[in-house]
Protein backbone atom coordinates (compact mmCIF):
# COMPACT_ATOMS: atom_id res chain seq x y z
CA UNK A 1 0.00 0.00 0.00
CA UNK A 2 1.49 3.70 -0.74
CA UNK A 3 0.28 4.84 2.28
CA UNK A 4 -1.47 8.46 3.09
CA UNK A 5 -0.41 10.71 0.17
CA UNK A 6 -0.56 14.34 0.27
CA UNK A 7 -0.39 17.14 -2.41
CA UNK A 8 1.92 19.49 -2.75
CA UNK A 9 4.46 18.65 -0.33
CA UNK A 10 4.85 22.29 0.12
CA UNK A 11 3.57 25.55 -0.98
CA UNK A 12 4.35 28.99 -0.61
CA UNK A 13 1.82 31.57 -1.15
CA UNK A 14 1.44 35.09 -0.74
CA UNK A 15 -1.43 36.27 1.69
CA UNK A 16 -4.87 36.75 0.42
CA UNK A 17 -4.41 34.02 -1.99
CA UNK A 18 -6.91 30.52 -1.91
CA UNK A 19 -4.37 27.90 -0.94
CA UNK A 20 -5.70 23.87 -1.78
CA UNK A 21 -4.10 21.05 0.24
CA UNK A 22 -5.15 17.49 -0.82
CA UNK A 23 -5.15 14.31 0.87
CA UNK A 24 -5.63 10.43 -0.34
CA UNK A 25 -6.39 7.87 2.51
CA UNK A 26 -5.19 4.41 2.81
CA UNK A 27 -7.33 2.45 0.75
CA UNK A 28 -10.14 0.93 2.61
CA UNK A 29 -10.04 3.49 5.28
CA UNK A 30 -13.58 4.84 6.28
CA UNK A 31 -12.23 7.81 8.41
CA UNK A 32 -10.05 10.95 7.61
CA UNK A 33 -8.53 13.43 9.32
CA UNK A 34 -6.44 16.79 8.79
CA UNK A 35 -4.35 18.38 11.65
CA UNK A 36 -2.44 20.96 11.95
CA UNK A 37 1.56 21.26 13.27
CA UNK A 38 3.57 24.49 14.65
CA UNK A 39 5.55 25.05 16.99
CA UNK A 40 3.49 27.02 19.54
CA UNK A 41 0.79 25.05 19.41
CA UNK A 42 1.81 21.75 18.47
CA UNK A 43 -0.65 18.88 16.48
CA UNK A 44 -4.14 20.12 16.26
CA UNK A 45 -7.20 18.37 14.82
CA UNK A 46 -8.62 20.61 12.76
CA UNK A 47 -11.89 17.98 11.23
CA UNK A 48 -12.41 14.33 10.55
CA UNK A 49 -14.49 12.75 8.01
CA UNK A 50 -15.87 9.19 8.64
CA UNK A 51 -17.35 7.56 5.55
CA UNK A 52 -16.78 11.05 3.99
CA UNK A 53 -19.24 12.86 5.90
CA UNK A 54 -17.80 15.72 8.58
CA UNK A 55 -18.46 14.53 12.04
CA UNK A 56 -16.65 17.09 13.97
CA UNK A 57 -15.32 20.01 12.13
CA UNK A 58 -15.15 22.26 16.01
CA UNK A 59 -11.03 22.50 15.55
CA UNK A 60 -11.17 24.46 11.73
CA UNK A 61 -9.73 27.89 13.19
CA UNK A 62 -12.46 30.13 11.62
CA UNK A 63 -14.57 30.40 8.30
CA UNK A 64 -11.51 31.23 5.60
CA UNK A 65 -11.14 27.38 5.92
CA UNK A 66 -12.86 24.80 4.74
CA UNK A 67 -12.61 20.75 4.07
CA UNK A 68 -14.15 18.58 2.06
CA UNK A 69 -14.21 15.22 0.68
CA UNK A 70 -16.26 14.35 -2.34
CA UNK A 71 -15.66 10.63 -2.24
CA UNK A 72 -13.52 7.62 -0.11
CA UNK A 73 -10.41 8.21 -2.14
CA UNK A 74 -9.93 11.73 -1.85
CA UNK A 75 -9.87 15.08 0.12
CA UNK A 76 -9.22 18.58 0.38
CA UNK A 77 -8.51 21.57 2.85
CA UNK A 78 -8.85 25.22 1.70
CA UNK A 79 -7.96 28.10 3.19
CA UNK A 80 -9.26 31.26 1.37
CA UNK A 81 -7.95 33.82 2.07
CA UNK A 82 -5.01 32.68 3.49
CA UNK A 83 -2.80 34.56 6.09
CA UNK A 84 0.65 34.29 7.57
CA UNK A 85 -0.69 32.59 10.65
CA UNK A 86 -1.69 29.78 8.86
CA UNK A 87 1.80 28.93 7.92
CA UNK A 88 2.59 25.74 9.59
CA UNK A 89 2.50 21.95 8.37
CA UNK A 90 -0.80 19.98 7.59
CA UNK A 91 -0.94 16.76 8.04
CA UNK A 92 -3.89 14.23 7.05
CA UNK A 93 -4.21 10.80 8.45
CA UNK A 94 -6.63 7.89 8.09
CA UNK A 95 -8.11 4.81 10.05
CA UNK A 96 -10.14 1.81 9.40
CA UNK A 97 -12.70 1.47 12.30
CA UNK A 98 -13.69 -2.32 11.18
CA UNK A 99 -9.83 -3.46 11.29
CA UNK A 100 -8.60 -6.46 12.71
CA UNK A 101 -8.18 -6.36 16.15
CA UNK A 102 -4.69 -4.30 17.14
CA UNK A 103 -5.28 -2.05 14.56
CA UNK A 104 -8.50 -0.58 15.39
CA UNK A 105 -8.59 3.10 15.23
CA UNK A 106 -4.80 3.50 14.40
CA UNK A 107 -4.23 6.37 12.49
CA UNK A 108 -1.41 6.61 9.93
CA UNK A 109 -0.26 9.39 8.43
CA UNK A 110 0.57 11.28 5.46
CA UNK A 111 3.81 13.22 4.73
CA UNK A 112 2.56 16.76 5.20
CA UNK A 113 2.48 20.08 3.19
CA UNK A 114 4.67 22.37 4.83
CA UNK A 115 3.05 25.72 4.22
CA UNK A 116 4.38 29.52 4.13
CA UNK A 117 2.25 32.18 3.76
CA UNK A 118 4.41 35.10 2.93
CA UNK B 1 -12.92 15.78 26.89
CA UNK B 2 -9.46 13.72 27.44
CA UNK B 3 -6.00 15.75 27.58
CA UNK B 4 -2.64 14.27 27.33
CA UNK B 5 0.56 15.79 29.43
CA UNK B 6 4.17 15.15 28.50
CA UNK B 7 5.71 16.31 30.86
CA UNK B 8 9.57 16.41 29.24
CA UNK B 9 9.43 19.15 26.51
CA UNK B 10 13.26 18.38 25.59
CA UNK B 11 15.18 15.45 26.91
CA UNK B 12 19.22 15.39 25.80
CA UNK B 13 20.93 11.79 26.26
CA UNK B 14 23.94 10.28 25.38
CA UNK B 15 24.04 7.27 23.20
CA UNK B 16 23.52 4.14 25.27
CA UNK B 17 21.74 5.74 28.26
CA UNK B 18 17.94 4.94 28.91
CA UNK B 19 15.21 6.59 28.24
CA UNK B 20 11.95 7.23 29.64
CA UNK B 21 9.25 9.75 28.53
CA UNK B 22 6.75 10.14 30.66
CA UNK B 23 2.93 10.84 29.75
CA UNK B 24 -0.18 11.21 31.54
CA UNK B 25 -3.90 11.39 30.30
CA UNK B 26 -6.99 12.38 31.98
CA UNK B 27 -10.01 9.94 31.30
CA UNK B 28 -11.85 7.58 33.42
CA UNK B 29 -12.92 5.03 30.80
CA UNK B 30 -11.26 2.93 28.62
CA UNK B 31 -8.73 4.17 26.74
CA UNK B 32 -6.44 3.18 23.94
CA UNK B 33 -2.82 4.35 23.93
CA UNK B 34 -0.35 5.28 21.19
CA UNK B 35 2.95 6.56 21.05
CA UNK B 36 4.17 7.89 17.55
CA UNK B 37 7.36 9.25 16.82
CA UNK B 38 8.51 12.38 13.87
CA UNK B 39 11.90 11.52 12.98
CA UNK B 40 13.24 15.59 11.57
CA UNK B 41 11.27 16.93 8.39
CA UNK B 42 9.03 13.75 8.38
CA UNK B 43 5.62 12.80 9.31
CA UNK B 44 4.46 10.87 12.17
CA UNK B 45 5.05 7.35 12.05
CA UNK B 46 3.24 4.80 15.17
CA UNK B 47 6.07 3.36 17.45
CA UNK B 48 3.34 1.68 19.67
CA UNK B 49 -0.01 1.34 20.98
CA UNK B 50 -2.28 -0.66 23.71
CA UNK B 51 -6.18 -1.40 23.50
CA UNK B 52 -5.56 -4.12 26.26
CA UNK B 53 -4.19 -6.82 27.65
CA UNK B 54 -0.76 -7.00 28.90
CA UNK B 55 -0.22 -3.78 29.66
CA UNK B 56 3.58 -3.60 28.64
CA UNK B 57 3.46 -3.07 25.19
CA UNK B 58 6.78 -3.38 22.88
CA UNK B 59 6.73 -1.78 19.73
CA UNK B 60 9.32 -0.94 16.76
CA UNK B 61 12.92 -0.26 17.28
CA UNK B 62 13.48 -1.75 20.72
CA UNK B 63 10.53 0.56 22.83
CA UNK B 64 8.29 -0.38 25.07
CA UNK B 65 5.63 1.28 27.34
CA UNK B 66 3.97 0.57 29.85
CA UNK B 67 0.42 1.12 30.96
CA UNK B 68 -0.48 1.36 34.30
CA UNK B 69 -4.18 2.13 34.76
CA UNK B 70 -4.24 3.32 38.39
CA UNK B 71 -1.44 6.10 37.31
CA UNK B 72 -3.53 7.22 34.18
CA UNK B 73 0.14 6.61 32.58
CA UNK B 74 1.34 5.60 29.35
CA UNK B 75 5.63 5.71 29.62
CA UNK B 76 7.74 5.40 26.89
CA UNK B 77 10.87 3.54 27.30
CA UNK B 78 14.02 2.27 25.74
CA UNK B 79 17.15 0.31 27.52
CA UNK B 80 19.89 2.42 25.34
CA UNK B 81 19.47 4.70 22.79
CA UNK B 82 20.82 5.32 20.14
CA UNK B 83 21.35 8.95 17.80
CA UNK B 84 19.14 7.76 14.94
CA UNK B 85 16.31 7.61 18.01
CA UNK B 86 16.87 11.67 17.76
CA UNK B 87 13.23 12.51 16.85
CA UNK B 88 10.04 14.46 18.57
CA UNK B 89 7.66 11.55 20.38
CA UNK B 90 4.11 12.02 21.00
CA UNK B 91 1.75 10.37 22.75
CA UNK B 92 -1.93 9.85 22.02
CA UNK B 93 -5.30 9.06 23.77
CA UNK B 94 -8.38 7.52 22.05
CA UNK B 95 -10.91 7.48 24.23
CA UNK B 96 -13.43 4.54 22.59
CA UNK B 97 -16.66 4.59 25.31
CA UNK B 98 -17.01 7.97 24.39
CA UNK B 99 -17.59 7.11 20.81
CA UNK B 100 -14.99 9.12 19.28
CA UNK B 101 -12.53 8.16 16.75
CA UNK B 102 -10.15 10.93 17.49
CA UNK B 103 -6.68 11.07 18.87
CA UNK B 104 -5.64 13.94 21.35
CA UNK B 105 -2.58 14.25 21.08
CA UNK B 106 0.34 15.59 23.83
CA UNK B 107 2.56 18.51 22.73
CA UNK B 108 5.59 15.96 21.95
CA UNK B 109 8.88 15.66 23.48
CA UNK B 110 12.14 16.45 21.83
CA UNK B 111 14.85 13.77 22.31
CA UNK B 112 18.44 14.57 21.14
CA UNK B 113 20.65 11.82 21.30
CA UNK B 114 24.43 13.00 21.59
CA UNK B 115 26.87 10.16 19.75
Known amino acids: DAGVIQSPRHEVTEMGQEVTLRCKPISGHDYLFWYRQTMMRGLELLIYFNNNVPIDDSGMPEDRFSAKMPNASFSTLKIQPSEPRDSAVYFCASSQARAQAGDFRTQYFGPGTRLLVL | AQSVSQHNHHVILSEAASLELGCNYSYGGTVNLFWYVQYPGQHLQLLLK??????LVKGIKGFEAEFIKSKFSFNLRKPSVQWSDTAEYFC?????????????FGKGTKLSVIP
Open chain 2, 50 to 55: YFSGDP
Open chain 2, 92 to 104: AVNAPGAGSYQLT
